[in-house]
């Protein structure tokens, strides 16, 4: 899926030039080989991150063979949220701005781990679950998007934990999430476990969720600040009287985000159209919800371990945790501190995700 502009050698022709358009959030890597032969590819790698404009690398050639190959693949970037404490609540100042299942104001001690830098785009969702369902795993939802690089909706959470889970081996790491003791991939088992210390691919926890959207600033209602428009989020501006309801909305135009609203629904952006974090990344805020790990509870703040929590565990008519808002959502919803909840099986236009790793698991 990349677009290589050229190919070229340098004047005294000791390196190969290559010309490609990056793309915002994927990590690109060059490899070589003497053969195209399965297994002959250089592990070591050269990794550059995409800007979402052209890249010129340049491959030495020195000690390489008359023939020779190279390849250049895309990847998403994975992000470090490195590990320690932070305020995790509702932190804004009084009057609060949500409501008492957002409180008490903690702290809460993180181990490390990688996000992805974006939500897992449409053309992502499908090279894994493509793959996947040639190999056994079943979902209940095809997944949905508008376009290749929006972002992958209507998907439920036991449909986002199995494609973690097929992702994991197909790289060959240690998928997490099990279902009576084997590796969980068909079914909607409400008593799956995820399994913390393997280094395969998962849904972060509530608690790293809002970690790496605040990146590593205490006290803000946004990734970015205290306040929220359409420069910096797809979301329902809602206005009453031509005055958004929330003072923090000082956007000028109601309703959803104009660039995007169009065609038919979901109202969705390209991921990586907005400015980044301070941690690297993207939509934190807006596009779709993302899926967590956790079971819903309104009490859960007050008793919430202070390492790693993992969440609540299952009760009656329990619902699953997704954070961030949507392009459907009020500004309110796109806060760092914002609780949404729904059915596992749920599977609608505003919901997505983006996976994690643990780090040295």
Not at 107 to 119: K, R
Not at 137 to 166: E, I, L, M, Q
Not at 240 to 257: A, C, F, K, Q
Request: proline share 7%; glycine share 12%; net charge negative.
């Amino acid at each position: 899926d990349l677009n290589i502009r050229s190919l070229s050698w340098s004047a005294d022709g000791t390196e190969l030039l290559l010309d490609y358009d990056s793309e915002i959030g994927k990590t690109y890597r060059l490899q070589q080989s003497p053969s195209m032969g399965i297994g002959s590819w250089d592990p070591t790698s050269v990794g550059m991150e995409g800007d979402g404009g052209d890249q010129t690398l340049a491959v030495s050639l020195a000690g390489l063979g008359s023939s020779h190959f190279f390849r250049l693949t895309a990847a998403p970037t994975f992000k470090l949220i490195p590990e320690g404490s932070f305020q995790m609540g509702d932190q804004s100042a009084e009057p609060k701005d949500g409501v008492s299942h957002e409180l008490p104001v903690h702290s809460v001690d993180l181990s490390a781990f990688v996000i992805q830098a974006t939500e897992v785009t449409k053309a992502q969702w499908d090279d894994v679950y493509n793959a996947a369902t040639s190999q056994g795993y079943t979902f209940d939802n095809r997944g949905v998007g508008k376009g290749p690089d929006h972002p992958v909706h209507t998907v439920s959470w036991f449909d986002v934990v199995k494609w973690c889970n097929a992702l994991s081996e197909l790289e060959g790491l240690q998928p997490c999430y099990h279902s009576g003791g084997e590796i969980y991939r068909s079914g909607k088992d409400p008593d799956v476990s995820c399994d913390f210390t393997k280094d395969g691919y998962r849904l972060p926890t509530e608690a790293e969720w809002e970690k790496a959207a605040r990146g590593g600033i205490a006290e803000q209602r946004f990734p970015w600040g205290e306040l929220i428009d359409h420069t910096r989020a797809t979301y329902q501006s809602i206005q009453s009287g031509g005055t958004p309801i929330v003072s923090y909305d000082v956007n000028l135009i109601p309703g959803w985000h104009p660039a995007y609203a169009i065609g038919e629904r979901p109202f969705t952006a390209p991921v990586g159209c907005f400015a980044a974090n301070s941690h690297g990344l993207y939509d934190m805020s807006g596009n779709v919800w993302e899926w967590c790990w956790d079971w819903f509870s309104g009490e859960y703040y007050s008793s919430s371990p202070a390492s790693d929590p993992q969440g609540p565990g299952a009760g009656p008519e329990s619902t699953k945790v997704a954070r961030g808002g949507s392009w459907a959502g009020s500004a309110a919803a796109c806060r760092n501190s914002h609780r949404g909840w729904e059915d596992p099986t749920s599977a609608f236009q505003i919901f997505g995700f983006r996976p994690v790793r643990t780090v040295n698991p």
